[in-house]
Nanobody, 122 residues
Framework: QVQLVESGGGLVQAGGSLRLSCAAS????????MGWFRQAPGKEREFVAA????????YYGDSVKGRFTISRDNARNTAYLQMNSLKPEDTAVYYC???????????????WGQGTQVTVSS
């Protein structure tokens, strides 16, 4: 079992930046690929970014490429999502998740955090 807790969400103006953190506890953090997903009201959960166990392979959703950066610190059992050049359409609840294998599909991820709200004002 892996427990995940997100933090760092908030209200920011368009063009601004936020860094989300995902603190993990339980099983060995470095055993898992980590992903970030988001869900806006009335929409399906959307893939944002993912990386493998040591961070040398990363995937990004098309809507965030070039603006968001995913990273991890296995010594701190923490994953991060640096979000720059934020847009109002980035407004959503952001979730971190852990998976045995790297991928972009929601179904691959067995462990989820509770989510953190990100709101981007225009």
């Amino acid at each position: 079992q892996v427990q995940l807790v997100e933090s760092g969400g908030g209200l920011v103006q368009a063009g601004g930046s936020l860094r989300l953190s995902c603190a993990a506890s339980g099983r060995t953090f470095s055993n898992y690929a980590m992903g970030w997903f988001r869900q806006a009201p009335g929409k399906e959960r959307e893939f944002v970014a993912a990386l493998n166990w040591n961070g040398n392979i990363t995937y990004y959703g098309d809507s965030v490429k070039g603006r968001f950066t995913i990273s991890r610190d296995n010594a701190r059992n923490t994953a991060y999502l640096q979000m720059n050049s934020l847009k109002p359409e980035d407004t959503a609840v952001y979730y971190c998740a852990a998976s045995d294998g790297l991928g972009v599909a929601v179904i691959l991820y067995h462990y989820w955090g509770q989510g953190t709200q990100v709101t981007v004002s225009s």
